[in-house]
Nanobody, 119 residues
Framework: VQLQASGGGLVQPGGSLRLSCAASGIIFSIGVMGWYRQAPGKQRELVASITSGSSTNYVDSVKGRFTISRDNAKNTVDLQMNGLKPEDTAVYYC??????????????WGQGTQVTVSS
């Protein structure tokens, strides 16, 4: 299973970006899909997650600005980021948990995508 993330970039404060992540391979189901981020000198933190039943969870700092969504049929997860702030600058990582494959249940990480918010 591989996770391919895209959509990062440079944006001015107040701007928007949309991150996308697609899981490929032989996948029977994915329990939770989410996005983490890691800023320089800081620990990686959960930004948002969504279950297969569409229950969502957000870190307090992005509530009301970010929206996570997924397409279970396509095994994709998106993160719509509005009202971006300089403190949102980080490398963003796609993550999947409880992925059922031919070899059992696994967790996976995608490659990071840089998001920079700066004027």
């Amino acid at each position: 299973v591989q996770l391919q993330a895209s959509g990062g970039g440079l944006v001015q404060p107040g701007g928007s970006l949309r991150l996308s992540c697609a899981a490929s391979g032989i996948i029977f189901s994915i329990g939770v899909m989410g996005w983490y981020r890691q800023a320089p000198g800081k620990q990686r933190e959960l930004v948002a997650s969504i279950t297969s039943g569409s229950s969502t969870n957000y870190v307090d700092s992005v509530k009301g600005r970010f929206t996570i969504s997924r397409d279970n049929a396509k095994n994709t997860v998106d993160l719509q980021m509005n009202g971006l702030k300089p403190e949102d600058t980080a490398v963003y990582y796609c993550n999947t948990k409880l992925v059922r494959t031919t070899t059992g249940w696994h967790d996976y990480w995608g490659q990071g995508t840089q998001v920079t918010v700066s004027s």
